[in-house]
């Protein structure tokens, strides 16, 4: 998307997370500006982070990242969304796999905060 991405990972310990983050920031910012033959250019100021609390929540986090393209108007459905892992599981595991996952978790008000 154009000014945000979601990424679910695991970590051994959640005071890691701000170190990866500003690590990835930095190098991904300077292949951009190599790319675009600019510099001094920021993209990234922030990331926001949340703690999955159980199996539920890491699908209900699973389902929010696949549908947030959809969401935010960019397809109709998630599989036209190019950028995410959403298109390895309907290859690997099927689309009822997806569907039914949907079902038993569907993205709840609470995890939704305009991104």
Request: charged share 20%; glycine share 8%; net charge negative.
């Amino acid at each position: 998307m154009d000014n945000h991405y979601h990424l679910l990972l695991k970590t051994c310990r959640g005071s890691d997370l701000s170190r990866f983050f500003a690590r990835l920031h930095a190098s991904t910012l300077k292949q951009f500006n190599v790319w675009d033959g600019a510099s001094g250019r920021q993209v990234w100021y922030s990331y926001w982070d949340s703690c999955i609390r159980g199996e539920g929540d890491f699908w209900t986090h699973f389902n929010y990242a696949h549908y947030n393209p959809v969401k935010h108007g960019y397809v109709q459905d998630p599989a036209g969304w190019g950028f995410s892992s959403y298109s390895y599981y309907l290859r690997t595991k099927g689309e009822e796999w997806l569907n039914d996952c949907w079902r038993q978790y569907p993205v709840l008000e609470s995890i939704e905060h305009d991104s």
